[in-house]
């Protein structure tokens, strides 16, 4: 193609995502299940009020300026960083401010893998993987998440570097979660390469899993001298935020001259890439985390609760009617099994045809039960199964 890089993908670009979301927007009356976005019980996008009370405190020349550095303001940096961590991890580390969590990712593969490195992620996974791993050039390889066998022979069949992303607590779009043993086993396979490996650990959800999600940041403190942790954080989820861009990148080594270097390398791509980060955005964010941290736990608290009653609902009523889910644990989504995609995109077609949106996945069907109110989940399963 004229004018354009020799190597560039000129494939038409089709968000699979945005364009049925778009479709379901002009369906009021429809079931809208395709938004990775919290939505209310009145189908309304969740805001939480301590995020706008803050941002209604900034002056205009506070959401105006420039950020301070492209790395990030520093007041974000520590506020974020301890949000993240939660003094889970004594071992070194260094953030840098992103652009949501894909930012973050992009940073990641970008700094870490040439054109032509192999990156290992899930087999069915969120589709923006693949989008990055094909624009940036590297060959994919991917992993059945509920195998922790398959996971370590895909591990040991890459010749150069490990390069592995784990979607984990709250996979998009599994809702599967690792339990900390199995965190441990993971970490022990990476520690005892004897190579180097990347590990990125994509947490966008986290803060809407249950239990004690960030346990498993204690074995980063355990970690090989090969062995780079890479956190990628969303504020997209965390704040309810999503137009804000805002997130963050955590790296986490036992060389902390190396992390200093590393911080430096993803300065550089964040001025060459995006310049600087949403200010205005992260002035909001620290002032929730410094200031109204404890409107914000509260706010948090009732939207999980949200969340549990729909997947309560929708997972009883699966079983009742004998919808095949793949195993989730929690987060935004649930998963339909269809292993067959060229039926998978029937019954996709079916379900809009019957006014319900949802998202196609390799091997799968997509319900969004973050953007569903209850009134709306009650029988959808049951409405699923009839069109499968
Ligand atoms: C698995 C996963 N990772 C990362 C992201 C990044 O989100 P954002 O860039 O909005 O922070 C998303 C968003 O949908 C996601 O589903």
Redesign the pocket.
Known sequence: MKFVRQNENTNRYVDNIFSVTNLAKKDPEGINATA?CLYDEEGKMLTYRCVQEAEKELTAAQKAAYASSPAGNKEYLDAISSFVLEEKVSNHYQTVASP????A?SMAFNLCLDEGDTILYPEIA?G?YKVMSEEFGYRILNYDVYDLEDLFHKIDSIEGKVFLVV?SPCH?PLGHSYTYDQWQKIIDKLNGLHKEAILVC?I??IDYANGDPKKYFTLFNEISDDLLVLI?A????AFSC?GY?L?CLIAINNDEEFLEHFANLASRYGRATWSNINNGGMQTVSKVLLEKRAEYEQELKEAKAMLKKRSDLFLKQAKECGLDLYDLSDGFFATVRVPDNALRDQIHQRLMDEHIYTIKVNKGIRVALCSVPLDKLDGLAEKLKEQI
Request: with cysteine; charged share 15%; proline share 0%.
């Open positions: 990775g949501g969590g894909t930012g990712l969120w923006n979607n998009n994509d966008a959800y990628c969303s504020c997209s989820k999503y861009r997130g």
